[in-house]
Nanobody
Framework: LVQLVESGGGSVQAGGSLQLSCVGS????????MGWFRQAPGKAREGVAV???????QYDDSVKGRFTVFEGDDKNTLYLQMNNLKPEDTAMYYC???????????????????????RGQGTQVTVTT
């Protein structure tokens, strides 16, 4: 059973930082893509950042230069370092994984995060003014 458990969300003032963590279990994929997407009330899912097993990364334009996605050494933990947070970053943040990395996958997952095969339950991020 694939499980992804997010943590690290909370409430922070604009300009502040948070680091989200996602611990994965119940799977082993030789190639994969993992990432973070978010959803605010009344809005569509939005891809935030994705990374594959080779370390290739892509970010949504709205977070470039502010957010960094990276894996832990154990390869079972995914992180999202979020700096200079803005009120528009307020959303539920989800960790997700898609097995079998292939050309074009990162772009597809970032633009259509519903394509991820598995996702966690989410962690809330609230940015106040």
């Amino acid at each position: 059973l694939v499980q992804l458990v997010e943590s690290g969300g909370g409430s922070v003032q604009a300009g502040g930082s948070l680091q989200l963590s996602c611990v994965g279990s119940g799977y082993y994929y030789s190639t994969y893509a993992m990432g973070w997407f978010r959803q605010a009330p009344g809005k569509a899912r939005e891809g935030v950042a994705v990374i594959d097993n080779a370390g290739n990364k892509q970010y949504d334009d709205s977070v470039k230069g502010r957010f960094t996605v990276f894996e832990g050494d154990d390869k079972n933990t995914l992180y999202l370092q979020m700096n200079n947070l803005k009120p528009e970053d307020t959303a539920m943040y989800y960790c997700a994984i898609e097995p079998d990395a292939r050309p074009g996958l990162l772009f597809r997952l970032l633009s259509s995060p519903g394509s991820f095969h598995f996702r966690g339950q989410g962690t809330q991020v609230t940015v106040t003014t």
